[in-house]
């Protein structure tokens, strides 16, 4: 007998009914547990845009980075057998390195903060020794453990040293994890052809103007797994969550360490830490990782109750239009677990649907209806940002433009419209902008940095 909706369920339905709508998603699997436990699950739309083929159990999707939880995992399980540590310097596990790259950490690695150079640019060498000898001769990007910069070079080193520390290939290693799962229908993959279920994957246009065209995601060879490569259902991975979270893949103990923040040096958190995604806000902690800027699996827990979690598996095979995943799911995670989105976020995410779908004036017309004006700037400006890091300057210029008309007082508003301006290659624009904000926040030395690079003779006009 199925199970009777309930009116989080019906909240859920509602929230993926509007984004799939506004961003013009062909089709997605979305999975949600509660303390590990399976509280909501849904498939929706097509696997197949031509061919009409739904989105069931068993639709396989190509997970892109997702992939590199298993290594992560991996890697873990072998630090608990005392085989691998993780602080141990990268010319341990690659000989005639680069002088600067030799006392870089595996950790540091794995947080991303390594400043190796990235050896996946615009293609893949045919080997691992090929790609290290293609970005061996590069600066590194900047001093190690000062920045976030996520590269793939660095899990090029977590999967050798993982290698060479259980002297097994990574397929088989993760492998173990898949049996250990039942996960019947995951696998790494060199291409798409023959998979079984295996969803139609579609990009975006670059205008966003009509509906989206299928391509093959790009395949590597062998050596570029420890980034990417896993293809899977949703079923598996809720099956591969739950074992996780019982501590049936990695001690819990380890697992939760793993969890803790990597200080940066001035005090804040990397964006990673062990090879997972890392944000904290409030009480609540979240890690996991995105794969394709269209899925992600993503944990939510109180930071002082590890317990008190909620883990959200969204998988999606592309749309109209791009958005934050991550945001969705912590919308997502919010309806079981209150407080795991931050405050705003539903508003922003409205707003953004409303930029998505051509319903900018609407959207942002019942926002500013509703809300103090100091909230009002810092929304719009939030989904500014976002607009421009997700879509580009061109996206972003009326969100901008609308915040810097309402709030004409603010340095703040006519600061981020300069920005916007000069990325999308309007200098003129941007001085102007600039100027007004520097005249309403004459101290601001930053925007005086960048008047006078703007006024120099290498600035594009």
Not at 157 to 176: D, H, I
Not at 256 to 269: C, E, N, Q, V, Y
Not at 280 to 290: A, E, Q
Not at 313 to 337: E, K, Q
């Amino acid at each position: 007998m199925a199970r009777q909706a309930t009116t989080t369920d019906r909240s859920i339905d509602d929230l993926l009914d509007a984004a799939a709508l506004a961003y013009g998603t062909i089709g997605y699997s979305v999975a949600v547990l509660r303390r590990g436990s399976l509280v909501y699950s849904r498939h929706a739309g097509l696997a197949d845009r031509v061919r009409g083929t739904p989105i069931t159990d068993r639709s396989a999707y190509p997970i892109f980075s997702i992939s590199k939880l298993f290594v992560v995992v991996a890697l873990l399980k072998a630090r608990a057998l005392g085989q691998i540590d993780l602080d141990m310097p990268l010319e341990r596990i690659r000989r005639s390195l680069p002088a600067a790259w030799r006392t870089i950490s595996l950790a540091q690695a794995l947080a991303h903060v390594s400043g190796l150079p990235d050896y996946i640019p615009d293609h893949v060498a045919p080997s691992a020794d090929q790609a290290f000898a293609e970005i061996r001769d590069l600066p590194l990007r900047f001093a190690p453990g000062t920045r976030n910069d996520y590269n793939q070079t660095n899990f090029l080193f977590a999967k050798e040293s993982l290698e060479q520390a259980t002297g097994r290939p990574l397929t088989m290693l993760v492998a173990g994890q898949f049996r250990a799962a039942g996960m019947r229908h995951t696998g790494y993959a060199d291409t798409g052809a023959g998979v079984p279920g295996l969803v139609t994957t579609y990009r975006s246009l670059p205008a966003r103007d009509g509906p989206p065209v299928a391509y093959v995601p790009e395949s590597g060879p062998p050596y570029t797994y420890g980034s990417r490569g896993v293809r899977t259902t949703l079923p598996d991975m809720v099956a591969w969550t739950r074992m996780l979270l019982r501590g049936a893949l990695i001690p819990t103990g380890a697992l939760h360490a793993s969890w803790k923040p990597f200080a940066m040096p001035d005090g804040t958190a990397a964006w990673h830490t062990h090879g997972w995604e890392y944000y904290r806000h409030d009480d609540v902690t979240i890690v996991g990782h995105g794969g394709g800027v269209r899925l992600v699996w993503r944990h939510f827990f109180r930071t002082a109750d590890p317990s008190d979690c909620a883990t959200v598996i969204y998988f999606d095979n592309g749309g109209r239009t791009t958005f934050d995943r991550h945001r969705l799911a912590a919308l997502i995670a919010n309806r079981v677990m209150p407080g795991a989105a931050r405050s705003g976020e539903e508003r922003e995410e409205m707003l953004y649907r409303g930029l998505a779908s051509g319903r900018w004036d609407q959207a942002v017309a019942r926002l500013a209806a509703n809300l103090p004006a100091g909230d009002i700037e810092a929304i719009v400006n939030r989904v500014g940002y976002d607009a421009m890091n997700i879509l580009d300057a061109r996206a972003a210029l009326p969100v901008f433009q609308w915040n810097a008309a309402r709030f004409p007082r603010s340095a703040n508003a006519l600061d981020s419209l300069g920005e916007a301006w000069r990325a999308a290659g309007r200098v003129d624009r941007a001085k102007d902008s600039y100027q007004r904000a520097l005249a309403l926040d004459p101290s601001n030395t930053r925007i005086q940095a960048v008047l006078k690079e703007l006024d120099g003779p290498a600035a594009d006009r």
